[in-house]
Nanobody
Framework: QVQLVESGGGSVQAGGSLRLSCTAS????????MAWFRQAPGKEREGVASIYSDGMPSYTDSVRGRFSISQDTAKNTLYLQMNTLKPEDTAVYYC?????????????????????WGHGTQVTVSS
């Protein structure tokens, strides 16, 4: 069973930066698709960024140009570099993984694509 553990959350002022990490374990080979989601209080969970095992990234419009998703396959770790943070980025951030696949999805930021989830890490951005 795939296990995902997030770290790196915290509190930062607007304009600051944070880097989230997600360490994956409990599987062999590579994970086909990984992503970061977030959920703010009173809002639905939304996809933030995804990355295929071959490195192809995708971003939601609100973070494109500010956030960068990457992975270190040797360390089984997914990253989310978040720059120029805004108060509206405040949320619990979740790591998600899809173990197998062969297609490029039209929208890889849909939660139903992912069977494996971490427990989340809080990011708070103050103005």
């Amino acid at each position: 069973q795939v296990q995902l553990v997030e770290s790196g959350g915290g509190s930062v002022q607007a304009g600051g930066s944070l880097r989230l990490s997600c360490t994956a374990s409990g599987y062999r080979g590579s994970l086909y698709l990984m992503a970061w989601f977030r959920q703010a209080p009173g809002k639905e969970r939304e996809g933030v960024a995804s990355i295929y095992s071959d490195g192809m990234p995708s971003y939601t419009d609100s973070v494109r140009g500010r956030f960068s998703i990457s992975q270190d396959t040797a360390k089984n770790t997914l990253y989310l570099q978040m720059n120029t943070l805004k108060p509206e980025d405040t949320a619990v951030y979740y790591c998600a993984a899809r173990r197998f696949g062969s297609l490029r999805y039209k929208d890889s930021l849909q939660a139903y694509l992912y069977a494996e989830w971490g427990h989340g890490t809080q990011v708070t951005v103050s103005s």
